[in-house]
């Protein structure tokens, strides 16, 4: 697995001192420009915020605008598509397009079984490759969403059409208490049990199949999912001290955790 990023811990201090820019070059296993591999004509090939020459590339005066992937916004049990009002508002005023930004809540946001829900991914995904003309999408889940998104990046072939996928929250191993329900009794209590079966089948070989990047963000005050469940083989994972799994102290709506956001979705993919 790789190290957990202190980069998070950075940013939590960098925003408490009042620091005018917000992103940071750099994360555990990248090639220290803040980026993985090479450039890409769906992603910025360097910071935007950098100045011109600092990395030693030949820099263009009038360089072409970036143009970035479509993001799919994932929300987890009993959640909606309101819950990425701030951070999608945030990313707005970072750059990003909000036409190029989706969030949608599931027919039974509640009760609907995560295989269900991965159906439903793969038509949104489907569609927003479709309207805007990218090649791929980048996901970010969070809590149950995580769940439902990995089965379609495993199975539904997401996985070949994502740049970037970020979790925040994300129940990867499961939890104990579902596991005390009846089998056969409610779907997603069947499918969270860290004991049962369709977590067994999410943790198979491959973990986190490729070509793309995966991220797992997780909050050390996190009361609904323990971070053992959250943090994920062959993923980059994120520890943000103090903060919750939701409420206005949480992954969803912490302005740090949307600064990593940003820095990982502005890696050049695959």
Not at 4 to 24: E, F
Request: net charge negative; aromatic share 8%.
């Amino acid at each position: 697995m790789r190290s957990v990023s202190m980069y998070a811990i950075a940013v939590v201090a960098l925003l408490a001192a009042g620091c005018g820019d917000n992103r940071l070059d750099g994360a555990a296993g990248d090639d220290g420009d803040g980026h993985r591999g090479g450039g890409d004509p769906w992603r910025p090939s360097g910071d935007p915020s950098a100045p011109a020459g600092d990395d030693g590339r030949a820099h263009d005066d009038n360089p072409p605008p970036v143009i970035y992937d479509p993001v799919v916004f994932v929300h987890g049990s009993g959640g909606s598509a309101d819950n990425f009002a701030i951070m999608i508002d945030r990313l707005v005023a970072s750059g990003w397009p909000r036409d190029r930004l989706f969030a949608s809540t599931f027919e039974s946001p509640k009760w609907g079984c995560n295989v269900d829900n991965a159906a439903t991914i793969a038509a949104e995904v489907g569609n927003v490759l479709a309207a805007t003309g990218a090649r791929r999408v980048d996901i970010v889940a969070h809590s149950m969403g995580s769940v439902s998104s990995r089965y379609y990046m495993k199975n539904l072939g997401g996985a070949a059409k994502v740049g970037t996928y970020v979790t925040m929250g994300g129940m990867h191993h499961g939890l104990a208490s579902p596991c005390l329900s009846p089998s056969g009794f409610v779907c997603t209590w069947d499918e969270l049990c860290e004991t049962g079966d369709f977590i067994a089948a999410l943790n198979q070989p491959p973990v986190t199949p490729g070509p793309a990047l995966w991220v797992s963000m997780y909050g050390g005050a996190d009361s609904t999912v323990p971070n053992e469940s959250s943090q994920l083989d062959g993923a980059e994972n994120v520890l943000f001290p103090g903060v919750e799994h939701a409420s206005p102290n949480g992954l969803l709506d912490t302005e740090a955790v949307e600064v990593e956001i940003e820095r990982v979705l502005m890696y050049p993919a695959w």
